[in-house]
């Protein structure tokens, strides 16, 4: 009986894996996001004060074009003129076609930085 001599094995190459490996590291790391996301409280029209509370109605046009109880009113006046409202008062948005999240979301900050404690968000 003769016997081959087996083939010597050769080493497994590791630099491919590590290139695969830093790929995937790199890629996670610019996939995920590391920022920190807020919430808003938004109350449903079953929280309101009850029947005697008369919301405050503000229409959002758009992000230049608004409106508190009728009456025009500019981003810049909001802080001033959410000031005046009583606290506890319930505003009432009403976004309009021109108006983004972004524009819905200031106008509930600025209400909440005034000590606003109730928003209701209305549809169109």
Do not use: C
């Amino acid at each position: 009986m003769r016997f081959e001599p087996r083939p010597k094995r050769q080493a497994v190459g590791l630099t491919s894996l590590i290139d695969v490996i830093f790929l995937l590291l790199l890629f996670f790391m610019l996939a995920s996001s590391f920022t920190r996301y807020q919430s808003l409280e938004v109350s449903s029209g079953g929280e309101g004060g009850g029947a005697d509370a008369r919301p405050a109605y503000l229409r959002l046009h758009s992000s230049e074009k608004l409106d508190l109880n009728g009456q025009p009113l500019t981003m810049a006046g909001m802080d001033q003129r959410f000031s005046e409202l009583e606290k506890e008062t319930l505003i009432a948005i009403w976004s309009g076609p021109d108006a983004n999240v972004q524009n819905v979301v200031d106008v509930m900050s600025a209400a909440r930085r005034q000590g606003l404690k109730t928003v209701l968000v209305t549809g169109r």
